[in-house]
């Protein structure tokens, strides 16, 4: 309720026509409002209570002389007091309705918001009395200050994310973008309104988007395109646009609720896996492998056309785990699933590997060779498998070369052997009766004579050693190298190997020299007669090759193994021949010194069955280092070959 101050009230006259008129109409209007609003009252023409207001008293606490003359004022809210006052003189002024909301203090101190409305009750003289009432709106307006609050934050939420958020009408009509899209296109509403958005669109996407967005709007169902937009800058990025619709009661869309999300890294990440699955699948269609993949979870399995070409499966068959294992040779079968569960156990390496045999459908029988893993997630706490992954080749052809192979070694193996037999007794003859004629059993000889028979002599016993090192090879390549493991003192096998070649050290005019207190006391489990043929062969090498330098000879042990180094001062060894060192019948140019050229290939042999590796540096014109590391329990590490 409002009033204009000012002097008093005006009177209506006498007529007592007009009078029951006017109480008429106020009465019909005081029931109306009584029946909508929380309060009703009316007032004299100059607009001050001259009786009183039952409803305004019971809702204020104000009583009639509280309220009498414009005393109502103080029940409102003082923020509201000037535009309240204001608004009922301009309608007092003019004699025209008016209507304002405002706070009014209730009776308990609390301000309710309130709606006015009154209305001039004209009499034939003109305005004679006002009527009014007010409605409690609080309600709605704190419904409404929440849903501007909510608008507020839903705008600024959407104005927060990374992601183009945008509605169109039920035609399509675009009508509102958040911050997003504005500042990534660098456009103003106005140039987005309507159909405007479609100007960032690529050349390239622009009608293939358009036709999916009027599928949509045509058919009501979702819409969903990648595309690339032009930012503000002129550069183009892609873009994944996505809307859904909202219907009406009558099933009609009325509104598109869309975003559109960047997706330029995803889209590059995606063609730099496409380009690498490319180039894979390259690479195993020149190498003829073939992949699968066994979906733990879902128990299906996929196999490449390679895969499939192995096991005999035709491009369309349907395949199971079960199908595979059907097709393996019976003999293999319990391999092949020991070491799938080892792969698939949670507590193990995840690694695959195994060699068996496939039969086909037709009775063909194929080797495969596969490799794999088991993939591994956390799932209720536990690692549990999921997938089985690999890669597989048709060894077939592998598998009968390696037999020929071994065929070949084995008869070369078998020649050696009987060559070496039938050489060795007939040398050792010449051997045996040369040292009876250097011994004068058969009368003396003169110098000359002697002379040519140790060269003889010599000769021979080069025989001997080349015919002793090629049945060493045969045994090695056959696996019949028969070993004796037994614990060695590394510094005396040394020291007596010294005794053995001093005399060639002589004949070298060269030095030896050993180092032994880093190993003193050390024993070794090994072969000795094996590890002194390495170190013999070792040391020979050095004297020959040394240049009548010193020769030095370090043993070294730690907690797990022992290292002997063979240094000397030669020729050295040129960079590109390091590699052909330990291969047969290798002799390096700078090897003039004679020689069967397997020693440092059957040392290094000799090396790996004790468990062990040989290893060479080397400079030219400086000399050669090398250094032979064995196990100091190499008998507990090293399975035996077979003594037959």
Not at 47 to 74: C, H, I, K, N, Y
Not at 379 to 390: K, L, S, Y
């Amino acid at each position: 309720m409002s009033t204009e101050t000012g002097p008093g009230a005006a009177s209506a006259g006498p007529d007592t026509q007009h009078s029951s008129a006017l109480a008429a109409s106020e009465q019909h209007y005081r029931s109306h409002a009584e029946e909508a609003v929380s309060i009703a009252w009316t007032t004299p023409h100059a607009g001050e209570f001259a009786e009183p207001q039952p409803e305004w008293s019971a809702f204020t606490g104000q009583s009639f002389d509280e309220l009498r003359g414009t005393g109502w004022v103080d029940a409102v809210h003082p923020h509201d007091r000037a535009r309240t006052l204001s608004a009922w003189r301009r309608a007092g002024a003019q004699g025209a309705a008016w209507a304002l909301e405002h706070r009014v203090r209730r009776a308990d101190g609390e301000y309710r918001w309130m709606r006015v409305h009154a209305l001039p009750m004209l009499g034939e003289d003109g305005v004679v009395r006002w009527a009014g009432s007010h409605a409690d709106v609080t309600e709605r307006r704190l419904a409404e200050q929440a849903l501007r609050r909510g608008e507020e934050q839903l705008r600024f939420a959407l104005d927060s994310i990374p992601q183009m958020v945008w509605v169109a009408r039920g035609d399509g009509t675009h009508e509102y973008f958040n911050r997003r899209w504005y500042e990534y296109t660098g456009l103003s509403f106005d140039q987005t309104r309507g159909e405007g958005w479609s100007r960032v669109l690529h050349p390239d996407d622009g009608d293939a988007c358009a036709d999916r967005w009027r599928a949509a709007l045509e058919s009501g169902e979702p819409f969903s395109a990648e595309c690339r937009f032009r930012r503000h800058d002129g550069e183009y990025r892609w873009f994944l646009a996505q809307a859904l619709p909202q219907h009406g009661d009558d099933g009609q869309v009325v509104r598109w609720f869309g975003t559109g999300t960047e997706i330029e890294e995803q889209k590059r990440a995606r063609e730099r896996a496409e380009r690498l699955e490319e180039r894979l699948r390259l690479a195993l269609d020149s190498a003829d492998v073939g992949t699968w993949d066994w979906d733990l979870l879902a128990d299906t399995v996929a196999c490449d056309a390679r895969c499939r070409a192995i096991f005999g499966l035709g491009p369309d068959e349907a395949v199971s785990y079960e199908d595979l294992m059907a097709r393996l040779h019976p003999e293999d079968v319990a391999t092949v699933v020991a070491r799938a569960a080892a792969a698939l156990d949670p507590a193990g390496s995840g690694e695959y590997a195994a060699e068996y045999r496939v039969v086909q459908p037709g009775g063909a029988i194929r080797w495969a060779r596969a490799r794999g893993r088991g993939v591994l997630e956390e799932r209720g706490g536990r690692r549990v498998a999921v997938r089985f992954i690999g890669t597989i080749i048709d060894a077939t052809d592998a598998r009968r070369a390696e037999e020929e192979r071994e065929r070949a070694v084995t008869a070369r193996s078998r020649f050696y052997a009987a060559m070496s037999h039938e050489l060795r007794t007939p040398i050792n003859a010449v051997l045996g009766y040369n040292d009876l004629l250097l011994a004068g059993v058969f009368g003396e000889m003169t110098e000359e004579q002697r002379t040519s028979l140790e060269r003889g002599q010599r000769a021979a016993r080069h025989l001997l050693h080349l015919v002793n090192d090629v049945l060493d090879l045969s045994k090695l390549e056959a696996g019949k190298m028969e070993l004796v493991w037994e614990p060695v003192p590394v510094v005396a096998l040394v020291q007596d190997l010294f005794a053995t070649v001093k005399p060639l050290a002589a004949e070298h005019g060269s030095e030896l020299r050993l180092d032994g207190r880093a190993a003193a006391g050390v024993d070794i489990v090994t072969d000795p007669r094996r590890l002194q043929q390495i170190m013999l062969n070792l040391i020979s090498n050095a004297l020959k090759f040394g240049r009548a330098r010193p020769v030095d000879v370090r043993c070294a042990a730690s907690a797990d193994d022992v290292t002997i180094e063979v240094e000397d001062q030669g020729v050295g060894i040129a960079p590109d021949d390091l590699a052909r060192v330990f291969e047969e019948f290798i002799q390096l140019p700078s090897a003039n010194a004679g020689g069967t050229g397997l020693g440092l290939s059957i040392s290094q042999q000799l090396a790996r069955l004790l468990g062990g590796r040989l290893e060479v540096e080397s400079q030219p014109g400086v000399g050669s280092t090398f250094r032979l590391r064995l196990p100091r329990r190499a008998a507990l590490e090293v399975e035996a070959p077979p003594t037959t």
